[in-house]
Each structure stands twice: as C-alpha cells, then as structure tokens.
C-alpha cells in the first residue's frame, strides 16, 4: 500500500491539516469528492447534474443551445472570458461556437488575438507578462517530490510590473474591478470585495474595506502582510521574487494534525453510493428520471461502493477504428493556456531541434503494415469525436496501436500567430456528448479509437484541402 | 582561470530552456541558435529511447576557428572564452567551416524580426546591433553576465540543473571536481582541440 502523509513519506495532499475526520471519524470529502449542492434550474454548466465534476465547459454550450432539455429557464446575456480559449482547448468546438452565436454580448481579456477574440463584441487587452503584477502562493496544493524538505516548502511568488505598458492594456484585475464599480457590484455585503475578503482568506484587520476601491497593488500588499508577515509586505519583492518558508513538520504532515486513531479511511466508495441516491432524489424532485441525456439505465451503475469495469465508450467501433490517439504535454508546452504554443522562441527552437513535434507519431512497424510513410500527410478520424490531419513521423517510441499527438496545436483563427496554426489539433478527436462522458465526474475519453488513412493528394496540387 | 562547462546528459530532459534564454539573453534573431539541443532516438521498440544532446561553442584550448581566422578576429579572452571582433571581423566564414562542432555560423542577411508584419520589437531593436548582416555567430558563455559575476543564461536557467559552470583550473570548483571524479567526455578529442565543455552520461 505504501505510505501518505505520514512523516517521511508523500505528501499526497495539501501540507496542513487537509484531510480531517468528519462526525462518524471517517475523512471528509474534499474538493470534487464532496459534491455540489443541489438547484434547480440548474446552474448553465450543469454542475447540479454533475456534482463531483472538475470542470465542464461544453456542458454549457448544450445547456445554452438546448436550455429545456436541461430545465433551463433563463437566458445567458453576457459572457465574459478572461486568457481562455473553451473553442480550442475543450472539445465540442462546433457546439461552442454555436452557443456563442446565442449569446447577444461577448467580452473577452484576451493574451493574444485567438480564436476567443474573434467572437468578442469588445476586447480588453491584457497587458503581457512583464508589464503586469502577480502573486502565487505555493505549497497549498498537491506535492509530489522526492526530497522531503522541498515538501515542506510554503510561499510566496511575487512579479512586479518591469516596465510600463507599451500601448493602452492594463491588468485584468484592474479591469474588473472596474467593471463591478460601473455595473454596481463593487461596494457592500456581497459586493467584489466582500467576495474577495472570504475568496483570498483575508482576516479582520487586513480585509477589504466594503466602501473602498482597490488597485491590484493594494490587495496584493493585503494578502501578503495577513498570510506570512509584515517584513514580507509587497516591497519585500523590490528585491526579491519569492519567499520561500519552510513548514515545521507539525505543520506539514497531515499525520501530527491526526495521528493514528483520530481519523479513519474509507476502502469502499459507499459515500458515493449515497450520493447517487440523493442525486436521483433531487431529480425526481425536478420530475427528472436521469440526468438529462444520460441513458438511466447506464447512470446509476456508475455510482457504486465497489469498483467495476465500465468499458470504453467506443468499445464497439468499427474494426478499421483500430488505434488509440494518445495525447501528452511536452516539456516546451505543458498547456495551451497562455498561448505557450505562440511564443516563437519556443516555437523556433522546437522546429529546429525536435523531429516529433508538430507530427502524428506512429510506431514504424505499424506504418509498414498499414502501407504508411514517415512525413506521409493522413487523415485520423474518432469512432466518436471529429477528424484532424497531420504529417506521420515514424518511430520507435510509441505503443504499435497508438497514435501519438504530442502537445496541442493546430489552432484555427486566421488572426492568430501564424505559428500556431500549424500541426494536428488533437482536440478535435474528442468528444464531450453524453453517452461518452463519465455520468459522475463529467470527465471525457481521453484516447479515442480511431482510423488512419493516407491523405492522396492529386499531382501538381500543394493546397490543403 | 579557464571557464569550463559540464553537460549531465542523465539530468537533460531535452527541454529546450538553456536554447530558449540563450535567445532572451542575446537576442539571437530567427534562424540563429548558439545553443542547440538534438532531439533523437536510439533502439527499437519496447526498448527504444529519447536522447538528447545540448551542443554550443566547446570554447576549445587549442580553437581550429582562431587558426583559421585570416583578420584576428577571433580572440580568447581572459578565462578562455573564445570570441570574435565584430570590428576585425570581415564575415569570410572561415571560421564557420574550421569549427568541427558547427558552432559559428554566418549572418547572410540582415536580422528579421520574429513577427514581420508587425515589425522589431524594441527589445529585437536593442538587440540586433550585435547581430549584423556580415558578421559571425557563436556562444560567448555570456561573458558579460559572467563580468557581473552571474553564471551563461542556459546554465542559470535549466531547470533539471543538467549543466554545472565555473573555474576548471579551480581544484575546488563543482565543475573541476566532477571532471576529477566522474571523468567527462569531450567531443571529438581526437581533433586535439581541447574542448572546455564536457558531457557526462548519456550511454
């Protein structure tokens, strides 16, 4: 079994007292194992229907494009993005901008004109990293490393504006600070910065004023002098870019909090049993028999106390479906976020350097069979899920039934950083329809079955079809 | 005092960040790379692996740039770092062909800016002095950090701290004990050209 946040070992959860016992002494639920409370009309992602689910934009997009097959009864007026992309970095892109198109006011703060920005009414560009504040605190989240001091290790990461900005942008923060004072929502009980005060666990003597208009600056200064000291306020960091504290032992190991008796773990999922039935409940309640879209027959089975094997959603694909596209980050892009794939040092540097970015990766075996070439340009396409096209690079570093799309690229607005336009767009293979998600926690088929076949393409012609 | 610099190619997870801040340090424009790792693969499946190999300039003890070099533009300053001139240099590219490592490389054409349609940056216009038409390219170990008594850009930044600089003729250095201990290999010592950059691992 190993060993967890005990000393010596893993922290396998926040450092701190993180998994304390509830009533009956068995740990509490936390984070998306404690599901969302229940409402109706439900909210437009749809979280009531999916309470243990992390996150679910294509959700919403059905919810706006079908509202009564979810119960829906309002209407979304405005929507407001700030540096994301749901058209690229989820799936249903088609849904989403089809749900864009209902609704009648989009505002975005965008990094980079992206695929977002085409569909805003209005923009508020954000200034670039060098020209804007920022704060991250660490050590609050999960660690996993090898060194046991490195653990223990809590603080504070503090950027400060290097120059001033070059054209007219400003910081996000400040934008909608500015937005809640205009529209009226800044000021008072459940105000901005009544919302803040409890979001960022300031204290009494260091929380937002409720009659008073802060700069990012300010609130910054606030949560540093109330979460370490006042030796540590935000001209700590004129010379510094991080203070690092480390935690006593005491403070770190969930195990001195509750050590051995004072809390019990459960080996079965019975807490998701029950909460299956109080799900069915609140349905019924609504006059629902299943989770909209859900097959009822399929639903319930997934909240059990045991463990069970569930299949894969395509398990029953078509023969010639008979490779899985895998998906992984590499160490020059994590993520899409940020427009990491957009910077073009990065960008030239891969080019350059890496023979198997912007390709479908193929084992050469696998190739030989299917009558396929290195740099041969093919067509893959989901049993479920949509199609991309991309360069097969032969090797001998991928699984012979998998297909590998490393990173994520392939983005499409025509105004976007050309660089970024290029390679496959793994994305597109996916799918978030009900019938293939997980009726618990919303997650999607991350490796989809699928076919390749060689794109012909006729003499004389170089254009992408 | 002689520079020297050590690769731990066990350490180098092929990531690219000691390329990536040697361009924010110097800004190299598009097409120019003192520092370059090569991403390839050894073996066959299930057994095949990913290997990577970061190269630069070897700042060689014996430099076959610096015979070749007709004007004396090519110089090794004080702690043995090799340079060039750019008053001296008359971009003949001797140098680029006497190197055996392809560390040198030669400016064909004036600096383009990474976005076109938009123009240099200010930073590109700042740092394209450096980077005329007609001169030569190549890794100084960042000697001006290292005036300020700050370590090369790509060692300052790499992330898995693959890579360990100092003072070689220093017994007491990181880099002058793990060349004691551990026995690096340089490139192509065969050459005789002495290179002051090791690579550990990597078999």
């Given amino acids: 079994m190993g060993a967890l946040d005990v000393p010596g070992s893993y922290l396998a959860s926040d450092a701190g007292p993180s998994l304390s016992p509830g009533p009956d002494g068995v740990v509490e639920p936390k984070a998306e194992a404690a599901p969302r409370p229940w409402a109706f009309p439900p909210s437009i992602d ?6 243990h689910r992390h996150t679910s934009p294509f959700l919403a997009w059905k919810a706006i494009l079908d509202p009564e097959k979810y119960g829906i009864d309002y209407g979304i007026d405005v929507l407001i993005t700030y540096a994301a992309n749901p058209i690229m970095a989820s799936v249903n892109p088609d849904e989403a901008i089809a749900a864009f198109r209902k609704i009648p ?33 660490f050590g609050h989240h999960v660690v996993q490393a090898a060194d046991e001091p490195l653990l223990r290790v809590k603080g504070v990461l503090v ?44 204290s009494d003597n ?14 910054m200064d606030r949560i540093l002098r109330d979460h370490f000291d006042e030796e ?9 870019a991080v203070y690092p504290r480390m935690l006593q032992r005491k403070e770190a190991y969930n195990f001195y909090h509750h050590p051995w008796g004072a809390t019990r773990y459960p080996i079965y999922f019975e807490r998701l049993l029950f909460f299956g039935r109080q799900l069915r409940e609140n349905l019924a309640s609504a006059g629902l028999e299943t989770i909209p879209g859900q097959d009822p027959e399929d639903v319930w089975q997934h909240y059990q106390a045991l463990p069970r094997w569930c299949g894969r959603p395509d398990d029953h694909a078509a023969p010639e479906f008979d ?48 009558g396929l070439a290195d740099g041969d340009e093919v067509e893959v396409q989901a049993w479920h899920g949509g199609r991309t096209r991309g360069r097969l690079k032969t090797t001998e570093l991928v699984f012979p039934e998998a297909l590998g799309f490393p990173s994520n690229h392939g983005f499409k607005s025509r105004q976007r950083n050309p660089v970024t336009r290029k390679g496959p767009h793994y994305n597109e293979l996916l799918t978030g329809d009900e019938g293939t998600i997980d009726p618990v926690s919303a997650g999607i088929d991350r490796a989809p079955r699928v076919k390749v076949t060689k794109v012909e393409r006729r003499r004389g012609s170089d254009r992408r079809p | 005092m002689r520079y020297g610099l050590v690769i731990d190619l066990g350490r180098c997870t092929g990531c690219g960040a000691c390329a990536v801040a040697c361009k924010g340090e110097n800004a190299t424009p598009p097409g120019v790379f003192w520092s370059r790792v090569h991403i390839y693969e050894t073996g066959t499946y299930p057994h095949a692996k990913l290997r990577f190999l970061p190269t630069l300039c070897m700042h060689c003890d014996e430099p076959a740039c610096e015979k070749a070099c007709p004007t004396g533009a090519t110089w090794v300053r004080h702690g043995g770092i090799v340079m060039v001139n750019n008053e001296q240099c008359i971009g003949c590219g001797y140098c680029v062909w006497a190197c055996p490592y392809q560390a040198r490389a030669l400016n064909r054409e004036e600096a383009r800016p990474y976005h076109p349609a938009h123009g240099c940056t200010p930073f590109e216009k700042l740092g394209y002095v450096a980077h005329a038409k007609g001169l030569i390219e190549k890794c ?6 290292l005036d300020r008594g700050e370590q090369p850009a790509c060692v300052a930044t790499c992330p898995s701290r693959a890579r360990i600089f100092g003072d070689l003729d220093d017994p007491e250095s990181e880099v002058a004990r793990l060349i004691a201990e551990r026995h690096p290999r340089a490139r192509l010592p065969e050459l005789e050209t002495r290179p002051k950059v090791f690579y550990l691992g990597g078999c």
């Avoid at chain 1, 965008?110 to 605190?137: G, H």
């Avoid at chain 1, 306020?233 to 004129?238: A, N």
């Fill in chain 1, 46 to 51: 749809l979280k009531e229907y999916y309470p």
């Fill in chain 1, 105 to 137: 006011f989009i505002a975005t703060i965008p990094l980079v004109f992206d695929e977002m920005s085409q569909f805003a009414d209005v923009l508020l560009p954000e200034s670039v990293i060098v020209e804007r504040y920022a704060l991250i605190e």
């Fill in chain 1, 159 to 202: 950027q400060k504006p290097a120059i001033e900005p070059l054209w007219t942008t400003r910081q996000a923060d400040d934008i909608y600070i500015e937005l809640a004072e205009r529209v009226g929502f800044l000021y008072g009980r459940g105000g901005l910065n009544d919302h803040l005060n409890r979001e960022l666990g300031l």
């Fill in chain 1, 206 to 219: 260091y929380a937002l004023e409720l009659d008073r208009r802060y700069t990012t600056p300010e609130i």
């Fill in chain 1, 232 to 240: 540590h306020s935000l001209d700590y960091f004129d010379e510094h």
């Fill in chain 1, 323 to 370: 490779m899985l596209a895998v998906n992984w980050s590499t160490p020059q892009w994590r993520m899409s976020a940020g427009d990491q794939v957009g910077n073009a040092w990065v960008q030239e540097f891969v080019e350059v350097n890496d023979p198997y970015e912007y390709r479908i990766l193929i084992n050469t075996r696998t190739a030989r069979e299917k």
């Fill in chain 2, 140 to 145: 100084t170990f960042c000697a001006h950090l």
